[in-house]
């Protein structure tokens, strides 16, 4: 499969991002019920934004698509420390798992529920 340099750096981005999560926020989600519904509830959110509001997005790689997405909430986010647990946490740990599950293929809103990523 050829990889574009946009797919490329996505992948880096959302991996920072992972990175950025950290160990304890991917357990804390692994552990915990609660936040994992609410983040599954921001993943099919972001899809339909995604799908919806952004003409051309079947044709995008997910994962270009899902990094540009993430950079524009922390661009624009009001809280500069957020955490795992947060609205803005939640909703950055949605586009991973997404960026995850999609990779370089079009975003669908016909998948699987999404994996936990630890």
Do not use: F
């Amino acid at each position: 499969m050829r990889v574009t340099w946009r797919e490329k750096n996505a992948r880096e981005w959302i991996s920072e991002l992972s990175d950025r999560i950290g160990v304890a926020g991917w357990a804390t989600l692994a552990l915990t019920p609660a936040l994992a519904a609410e983040v599954d509830q921001h993943g099919a959110a972001v899809r339909d934004i995604l799908l919806v509001g952004v003409e051309g997005a079947g044709t995008v790689g997910a994962v270009v698509l899902l990094a540009a997405y993430g950079r524009g909430l922390l661009d624009n986010a009001l809280e500069s420390d957020w955490t795992p647990t947060s609205w803005l946490g939640a909703r950055l740990m949605a586009v991973c798992e997404l960026a995850h599950l999609h990779d370089a293929r079009p975003l669908t809103d016909d998948v699987p529920a999404l994996p936990k990523l630890t």
